[in-house]
T-cell receptor, first 110, second 113 residues
Framework: RKEVEQDPGPFNVPEGATVAFNCTYSNSASQSFFWYRQDCRKEPKLLMSVYSSGNEDGRFTAQLNRASQYISLLIRDSKLSDSATYLCVVKGSSASKIIFGSGTRLSIRP | EAGVTQFPSHSVIEKGQTVTLRCDPISGHDNLYWYRRVMGKEIKFLLH????????ESGMPNNRFLAERTGGTYSTLKVQPAELEDSGVYFC???????????FGSGTRLTVV
């Protein structure tokens, strides 16, 4: 079983739609959680950290459920520019490494 | 602030040759990480430096890979001799503090033929 699992998609939704991604992680000792965005042939870029209380940044809302070990990302009023791969990232108790999910591909159509 | 810089952006080498990748982290970032993505797989951790010391190198695939960070500034990752399965994108990332998100470089796309 992978340490971080994501639905690979692709999700193909119309502009203006709301779309949600989920991610599950296997290590209950994981400490920190993030969503990264990766455009085609580019580097991953931090989208937002995920906190237990949930957090919102504009059209993006992230939630963490420690009991069920899953993380979610909600995108409201999606834009064409939101088309990308969204990577769920988990940091364990080790100070060193972060673990990436394989990513969920999102395509927004006009 | 300059970001994380990686060089070269692309490298095509023959099997058995040596390649050295370089990463310049954001100035002042003590933590430097190497990751790689091979075809069809997720991005995977290779190793972590704190200043010039290797904090965790559990992700290094084998002894053909050698990473250094002399002086605690830039880092190099040498692959010698390269094999076909080493092809992929090698990312470097840096962070000032642990527990926060990292800033990634644009990566080096390595192709071994």
């Amino acid at each position: 079983r992978k340490e971080v699992e994501q639905d690979p998609g692709p999700f193909n939704v119309p502009e203006g739609a709301t779309v949600a991604f989920n991610c599950t992680y296997s290590n209950s000792a994981s400490q920190s959680f993030f969503w990264y965005r990766q455009d085609c042939r580019k580097e991953p870029k931090l989208l937002m950290s995920v906190y237990s209380s949930g957090n919102e940044d504009g059209r993006f809302t992230a939630q963490l459920n420690r009991a069920s070990q899953y993380i979610s990302l909600l995108i409201r009023d999606s834009k064409l520019s939101d088309s990308a791969t969204y990577l769920c990232v988990v940091k364990g108790s080790s100070a060193s490494k972060i673990i990436f999910g394989s990513g969920t591909r999102l395509s927004i159509r006009p | 602030e300059a970001g994380v810089t990686q060089f070269p952006s692309h490298s095509v080498i023959e099997k058995g040759q040596t390649v050295t990748l370089r990463c310049d982290p954001i100035s002042g970032h003590d933590n430097l990480y190497w990751y790689r993505r091979v075809m069809g797989k997720e991005i995977k951790f290779l190793l972590h430096f704190v200043k010039e010391s290797k904090q965790d190198e559990s992700g290094m695939p084998n002894n053909r890979f050698l990473a250094e960070r002399t002086g605690g500034t830039y880092s190099t990752l040498k692959v010698q001799p390269a094999e076909l399965e080493d092809s992929g994108v090698y990312f470097c990332a840096s962070s000032q503090d642990l527990g926060v998100g990292y800033t990634f470089g644009s990566g080096t796309r390595l192709t071994v033929v």
